[in-house]
């Protein structure tokens, strides 16, 4: 099986596919497909990697490396499994992948930035998968969590990982613009991974994008519609102390300009990217 990842990987180099959708390069995103084509778990390479591979799992695997080269589909829409938050999550075309540094945060429970005993409620503003929810659910049991999202589409599939993670006492999912659905509601922690793409950036992705919804990615021109709004309406939604936590990417430098009267603080992540601002009520209020 090892050489039939490493083949895979090789074509994957050759082809010059765009690799960032959940993993970072050819030999993980070989192995991903290989395995899921053979019907294996997850990392099974490890202890199953020198088993022999009979003539028709060849085929498979190498009919799924040809469909992530030649349709440039993300490897995670080919298996319809990714990881986030050491957390298995199911992740299909209605939903961005989950990527986001935010992980790291939510695994360490928003250390040091807030107490994590004295956390009841958080909002995730544009829930997508729901991954960013559902950690955030695991990390601190004793929080409830709405999780909204405008796309209908969207909240279908963060059902399928609420039932999942068996959290659908503690995980509501609402559909809302924004905020528009959750008017006199308060949270201790408000957590953004919104649309940050702007027109001309959006233009030049790589063709892989192009399979997650735009409205996952587009806001508007200068790619600041979502953060504007949110920075708008936070502050009303926040409990004293509560903390704003948004993940801007590379529309950094321009949210930096646009606000330049907000003391922003800039995350920084031991496993990389980065674009992730945090803010108190208090300073948001000010
Ligand atoms: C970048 S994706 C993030 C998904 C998920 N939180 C993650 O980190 O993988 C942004 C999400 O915001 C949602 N969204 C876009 N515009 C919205 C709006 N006006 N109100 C609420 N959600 C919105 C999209 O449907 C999409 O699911």
């Known amino acids: 099986m090892r050489s039939l990842i490493e083949r895979g990987a090789r074509r994957l180099r050759r082809a010059g596919v ?18 899921h084509a053979l019907n294996l778990p997850h990392g099974g390479e490890r202890t199953i990697g020198a088993r ?69 409620r958080i909002l995730d503003v544009g829930t997508g998968s729901g991954c960013i929810a559902i950690a955030c659910a695991k990390a601190l049991p004793r929080s409830r969590v709405d999780a909204a999202d405008i796309s209908p589409e969207a909240l279908e599939v963060a059902a399928i990982n609420v039932r999942r993670h068996r959290v659908g006492r503690r995980v509501r999912l609402i559909r809302s613009d924004h905020f528009s659905a959750l008017a006199g509601e308060r949270y201790d922690i408000i957590v953004a991974n919104p649309p940050y793409v702007g027109r001309r950036e959006m233009s030049g992705l790589p063709p892989e994008y192009r399979h997650e919804p735009q409205l996952a990615l587009a806001a508007g021109r200068d790619g600041l519609d979502c953060v504007r709004v949110i920075l708008r309406e936070a502050g009303r939604h926040l409990t004293p102390g509560g903390l704003l936590v948004v993940e801007v990417g590379n529309t950094e430098a321009a949210v930096r300009r646009a606000y330049g009267r907000l003391p922003f603080i800039w995350l920084e992540f031991e496993r990389g990217g980065g674009g992730v601002f945090l803010l108190t009520a208090e300073q948001i209020r000010r």
């Open 18 to 35: 765009f690799f960032g959708h959940g993993t970072d390069n050819a030999r993980d995103e070989s192995a991903a497909l290989v395995l």
């Open 52 to 120: 022999r591979v009979g003539s028709r799992g060849m085929r498979l695997a190498d009919e799924l490396i040809a469909r992530r080269i030649e349709e440039r589909i993300p490897a995670v829409y080919l298996t319809g499994e990714t990881w986030f938050a050491g957390l298995a999550f199911h992740v299909d075309r209605r939903v961005l992948i989950p990527r986001s540094p935010i992980a790291e945060l939510i695994e360490r429970r928003f250390a040091p930035w807030v107490d994590p005993g004295r956390v009841r």
